[in-house]
Nanobody
Framework: QVQLVETGGGLVQAGGSLRLSCAASGVSTIIFSVNVMGWYRQAPGKQRELVASISSPGSTNHADSVKGRFTISRDNAKKMVYLQMTNVKPDDTAVYYC????????WGQGTQVTVSS
């Protein structure tokens, strides 16, 4: 069974930076490398939303709300997906998850990001 473990969250002041990491296990490097992966977030009382996605060749898409501030990347050999967050805002406060874009794996526990004003 595939497991996704997100780390790197924490408390950060507005304007600061964080780097989130997502480690996948229980899946081969070959299979992982062809998955389109994404970072999602869920704020209190809101639905989970897609923040950014990345294909295997490295083509990326970012939600308008984070464009220019967040950058998604991946390391297929390590089965890792990253989210570099810069110039964070209080509205970025949420639990952040990674997962496939389609045919999702079971969700991990996520990592809490709290941005103070």
């Amino acid at each position: 069974q595939v497991q996704l473990v997100e780390t790197g969250g924490g408390l950060v002041q507005a304007g600061g930076s964080l780097r989130l990491s997502c480690a996948a296990s229980g899946v081969s490097t070959i299979i992982f490398s062809v998955n389109v992966m994404g970072w999602y977030r869920q704020a209190p009382g809101k639905q989970r939303e897609l923040v950014a996605s990345i294909s295997s060749p490295g083509s990326t898409n970012h939600a308008d709300s984070v464009k220019g501030r967040f950058t998604i990347s991946r390391d297929n050999a390590k089965k890792m997906v990253y989210l570099q967050m810069t110039n964070v805002k209080p509205d970025d406060t949420a639990v952040y998850y990674c997962n496939k874009i389609s045919n999702k794996y079971s969700w991990g526990q996520g990592t809490q990001v709290t941005v103070s004003s």
